[in-house]
């Protein structure tokens, strides 16, 4: 039986993240050479438009917390090079800000398209505002969707990739909230016998299977 066209873009968080090669405001770039770093891919509806100028003001903003966390930002619309280089130049002339980050012309909607960026519910010509997280390994860590309307939160952005990076260093979760220097959740126990123990361990625990500790 064949595919429908969701089922061909339909991507998980623990799977690769689909590879692709796009024409950027920096060159062309193809995701797979960024491997070794973390990546965050995110899309904007238009642009030239106000909610989306705000967030790539905010985007160039965090882009030197980014590069303390080995992490590469992408950013992502339906619009034509020429349209994107105008406006970078734009937002710098303006608002004295400077875009650091490529952004990729998708005119042909391939990346939307293999990242299901296009809600059609909402717009069949333009990508919700959409942020994936890559791990260096390649791997699809998280996904974040916002409707056109709702510009996105940078706190949360830098949260979430501060957790993905503890949880990965030091191989725990991270409670409601979280923010590093937070205490963080110990592996749930496996066995009974490791749920008495780990009572005794030193841990600040709620009950067996909710304990948390400091970094």
Known sequence: MEKTEEEKHFIEIGKPAPDFEATT???????????????????????????????????????????????????????????????????????GVKIPFPVIADLDMKVAKLYNMIHKATSETSTVRTVFYIDPEGILRAMLYYPLTSGRNMDEILRLLDSLQTVDRAKVATPANWRPGDKVIVPAPKTQADAEKRLTEGYECIDWYLCMKKL
């Open 25 to 95: 405001t920096h060159g062309p770039i193809k995701l797979s050479n960024f491997r070794g770093k973390w990546v965050i891919l995110f899309s904007h509806p238009a642009d030239f438009t106000p909610v989306c100028t705000t967030e790539f003001v905010a985007f160039a903003k965090i882009w030197p917390e980014l590069q303390k966390r080995n992490t590469q930002l992408i950013g992502l619309s339906i619009d034509s090079l020429y349209s994107h280089i105008a406006w970078v130049r734009n937002i710098e002339e303006k608002q």
